[in-house]
């Protein structure tokens, strides 16, 4: 069982916009930053956003990040087949001396 | 380019030992905090392990303290983990990243793996 919360699944169709969600508590997302991660299929994983909404370099603006008290959200505007992936979400946690936890995971299909 | 290159991974019995290494290329690598990160066969990501940029502080998850180890040669531009008294719990891709940090007057300290390597499969089965 995840720290962070994330639904297990998520859908949609070319151009459409399609959000994730992460869910988590005062000692991780309530007092740090939120980052998300894409991982493609048999691929190692890729930073897609940093510090809740910042974008890498090469990642498109069709991908934006939120955070608001002790949730975030990924957003993916104008989708598209390539975007099908699991996405991660994760936060440095506070408790218990401090360490990084991650969201169960997001799999995302383009239909 | 910046790259990491995982190794060391392989098939062990219960109660056995391995050491995974990272390549670390394309980057000063002595000047970065590292991690180790783990990922079950159809499972989510899970953080192992990480280490400071001189090798001088370490933590790591509940799950494998006591059994791993996270160590570097700065001198090498590799990470290493040492894992003992292998369970099957911990079969897994073993990925290696780079922590990146960046303050910001508003949010704070920030952190982040960016990149990660492409993974070593460790299997522990009798």
């Known amino acids: 069982q995840s720290v962070l919360t994330q639904p297990p699944s998520a859908s949609g169709t070319p151009g459409q916009r399609v959000t994730i969600s992460c869910s988590g508590s005062?000692?991780?997302?309530?007092?740090?930053?939120v980052n998300w991660y894409q991982q493609l299929p048999g691929t190692a994983p890729k930073l897609l956003i940093y510090?809740?909404?910042q974008r890498p370099s090469g990642v498109p603006d069709r991908f934006s990040g939120s955070k608001s008290g002790t949730s975030a959200s990924l957003a993916i505007s104008g989708l598209q087949s390539e975007d099908e992936a699991d996405y991660y979400c994760?936060?440095?946690?506070?408790?218990?001396?401090?360490?990084?936890?991650f969201g169960g995971g997001t799999k995302l299909t383009v239909l | 380019e910046v790259q990491l290159v995982e190794s060391g991974g392989g098939l062990v019995q219960p109660g056995g030992s391995l050491r995974l290494s990272c390549a670390a290329s394309?980057?000063?690598?002595?000047?970065?905090?590292m991690h180790w990160v783990r990922q079950a066969p159809g499972k989510g990501l899970v953080w192992v392990s990480r280490?400071?940029?001189?090798?001088?502080?370490?933590s790591y998850a509940d799950s494998v303290k006591g059994r791993f180890t996270i160590s570097r040669d700065n001198a090498k531009n590799t990470l290493y983990l040492q894992m003992n008294s292998l369970r099957a719990e911990d079969t897994a891709v073993y990925y290696c990243?780079?922590?990146?940090?960046?303050?910001?007057?508003?949010?704070?300290?920030?952190?982040?793996?960016?990149?990660w390597g492409q993974g070593t499969l460790v299997t522990v089965s009798s």
């Open positions: 394309g980057f000063t690598f002595s000047s970065y905090w």
């Open positions: 990243a780079r922590d990146w940090e960046y303050y910001d007057i508003l949010t704070g300290y920030s952190n982040w793996f960016d990149p």
């Open positions: 005062s000692s991780n997302i309530g007092s740090n930053t």
């Open positions: 994760a936060a440095w946690d506070d408790s218990l001396n401090g360490h990084w936890v």
């Open positions: 510090s809740n909404n």
């Open positions: 280490i400071n940029s001189d090798g001088s502080s370490t």
